[in-house]
């Protein structure tokens, strides 16, 4: 199937809101036939790239979780960086059919607390994301573990930046009147 080139136009200039405008459009861009040009649309399949990339995150730090040799330190790190990446996947999971409640039927101070809280959970996984890696910072942890944990968290939070980004590009240009 051939993508609309009026959907990637509108997903490279929505992605322009976004810290990571390139990892956006790559992101994005096979969802233009689906997102077409509806900025709701668009925030869900950012929404949904997000918790895909947690999850896939989480599956390689729980097999971190099982690696051998790893220093009573860095088995904490890893352990305390499952648990907040299960907290991350857990807040982007229900702000997906939260963003659903903002729809047409939505209005006014119904609008603006879905959006609301889609903002906040948003908000806080992308929080758990980065409090992952705190737990590698300092001197005695293995650079490999910390090397490989690092790029994979980094690329899931950049992800779910994009994505609290074009939430708030929803929000702002669809605030219904009270």
Known sequence: MTSNPAAIKF????????????????????????????????????????????????IFVSKLNRMRGLKPREKQAVKDCLDTMSDSIDQINKSIPELGHTGQFSTGQDFRWHVSNVQTWVSAALTDENTCLDGFSGRGMNGNVKAALRLRILHVAQVTSNALALVNRFADRHQPSP
Do not use: G, R
């Not at 997102?35 to 918790?51: F, I, M, P, R, Y």
């Open 11 to 58: 997903i490279k200039v929505s992605c322009k809101a976004t810290l990571y405008p390139v990892l956006c459009v790559q992101c994005l861009s096979a969802f233009a036939n689906t997102v077409k040009q509806s900025e709701q649309q668009l925030a869900h399949a950012a929404l949904s790239v997000s918790l895909s990339k947690a999850k896939s995150t989480m």
